[in-house]
């Protein structure tokens, strides 16, 4: 089965420089998606990326895929200490009503003030 | 005016009891999930439901019983409770239209299961 595979695993930066994680998956897609989540909360999705786009914005975010390495990449700039969470990126299983997403371990950045 | 709510937060228990976990969204969303997610955040699916039908059984025990009773709730209950069982538990829901926006979930806040 696919999976997305984020890294790095932890990423601790200052407030206000920018931060980057990388996702990585396995089989065909036609979206994927990024989710943060506070500790001890759920995930709440941030962004939505189509097989047939490059690059998207929202806000501070920045998301980039690569149909052609499986790869794709959350960049947030300017981060807050706010911005601290765990991030995942997701992919689905298309088909039918199976919309079944398969999420990455994660990425856990730390925004020290 | 909590979208996808789950309760309770935390539940400790002890080995071998049964309990239960429910789960509300007013999203009007058609599709239901049940996440377990384990202590290095890992998050992996369970069940799926449909209006009501399951549609994803990722070969979960069959301690592990969800129950439909209409569109907005998914309940999980649990028998014979185990350490093993110990994570969190998350429900999600998904809008019923379009493909893509099938795709996007909208997550409870989760429950913490402590199995002693």
């Known amino acids: 089965s696919q999976q997305g595979e984020e890294d790095p695993q932890a990423l601790s930066i200052q407030e206000g420089e920018n931060a980057t994680m990388n996702c990585s998956y396995k089989t065909s897609i036609n979206n994927l998606q990024w989710y943060r989540q506070n500790s001890g909360r759920g995930l709440v999705h941030l962004i939505l990326?189509?097989?047939?786009?490059r690059e998207k914005h929202s806000g501070r975010l920045r998301v980039t895929l690569d149909t052609s390495k499986k790869s794709s990449s959350l960049l947030i700039t300017a981060s807050r200490a706010a911005d601290t969470a765990s991030y995942f990126c997701?992919?689905?299983?298309?088909?039918?009503?199976?919309?079944?997403?398969?999420f990455g371990k994660g990425t856990l950045l730390t925004v020290n003030p | 005016d909590t979208a996808v709510s789950q309760t309770p937060k935390y539940l400790v228990t002890q080995m071998g009891n049964d309990k239960s976990i429910k789960c509300e969204q007013n999203?009007?969303?058609?599709?239901m999930y049940w996440y377990k997610q384990d202590s290095k955040k890992f998050l992996k699916i369970m069940f799926s439901y449909n209006n009501k039908e399951l549609i994803i059984n990722e070969t979960v025990p069959n301690r592990f019983s969800p129950k439909s009773p209409d569109k907005a709730h998914l309940n999980l209950h649990i028998n014979s409770l185990e350490l093993g069982d110990s994570a969190v538990y998350f429900c999600a829901s998904s809008r019923p239209d379009s493909t893509l926006a099938k795709n996007i979930q909208y997550f409870g806040a989760g429950t913490r299961l402590s199995v002693l």
């Open positions: 999203l009007g969303h058609d599709t």
């Open positions: 990326i189509r097989s047939n786009e």
């Open positions: 997701a992919t689905p299983n298309s088909g039918g009503s199976n919309y079944k997403l398969t």
